[in-house]
T-cell receptor, first 115, second 112 residues
Framework: DAGVIQSPRHEVTEMGQEVTLRCKPI?????LFWYRQTMMRGLELLIY????????DSGMPEDRFSAKMPNASFSTLKIQPSEPRDSAVYFC?????????????FGPGTRLTVL | SQQGEEDPQALSIQEGENATMNCSYK?????LQWYRQNSGRGLVHLIL?????REKHSGRLRVTLDTSKKSSSLLITASRAADTASYFC????????????FGSGTKLNVKP
């Protein structure tokens, strides 16, 4: 299996632009997570899905952030409009089976820079 | 907040030495997991320990869990330069099976 795939790997954009990050979880996995990692705040859980349904989006910072999972093999995280403070590495992760007892498999991340 | 705190924040040792990292958390848990993150990469799962377990081994890794102290430790024996990475603990609290909290991480540097 190719593992969790994220694209793009790097994104540089200007403030105010729309940014879309993409994730393909491992086939057969039931959960998908979006995280943001910065030096200041560490690793933050933004939102996660179970069987394509959003379960907990309490970590989404504000209305500028939205996430979708139209099918089991694809998810997007969108920031509109983007701001410099959104600069971070965004990770996608997936789990097979129950959230409680199974490991998360992380993608390589997307490094976002908002100028 | 349930978020775990790792201690120390940074650790530098010589190859061959043992490395010990600690994780403390605030509320009771179902399980605790340790992950490794190499620079510029995603996290990789190392080991999971359940709340009713006290110790677990995997290769050169030894994890202990003390639920009375709400703490866990990760021991890497006979460290190698390739162990250089950040190490995170993650907890699933017993009050909410749908939550997953990562700590702030320990940055380990193993000098060859």
């Amino acid at each position: 299996d190719a593992g969790v795939i994220q694209s793009p790997r790097h994104e540089v954009t200007e403030m105010g632009q729309e940014v879309t990050l993409r994730c393909k979880p491992i086939s057969g996995h039931d959960y998908l997570f979006w995280y943001r990692q910065t030096m200041m705040r560490g690793l933050e859980l933004l939102i996660y899905f179970n069987n394509n349904v959003p379960i907990d989006d309490s970590g989404m910072p504000e209305d500028r952030f939205s996430a979708k999972m139209p099918n089991a093999s694809f998810s997007t995280l969108k920031i509109q409009p983007s701001e410099p403070r959104d600069s971070a590495v965004y990770f996608c992760a997936s789990i097979r089976g129950t959230l409680l007892w199974n490991e998360q498999f992380f993608g390589p991340g997307t490094r976002l820079t908002v100028l | 907040s349930q978020q775990g705190e790792e201690d120390p924040q940074a650790l530098s040792i010589q190859e061959g030495e043992n490395a010990t990292m600690n994780c403390s958390y605030k509320t009771s848990i179902n399980n605790l997991q340790w992950y490794r993150q190499n620079s510029g990469r995603g996290l990789v799962h190392l080991i999971l320990i359940r709340s009713n377990e006290r110790e677990k081994h995997s290769g050169r890794l030894r994890v202990t869990l003390d639920t009375s102290k709400k703490s866990s430790s990760l021991l890497i024996t006979a460290s190698r330069a390739a162990d250089t990475a950040s190490y995170f603990c993650a907890t699933v609290p017993s009050y909410n099976f749908n939550k997953f909290y990562f700590g702030s991480g320990t940055k380990l540097n193993v000098k060859p």
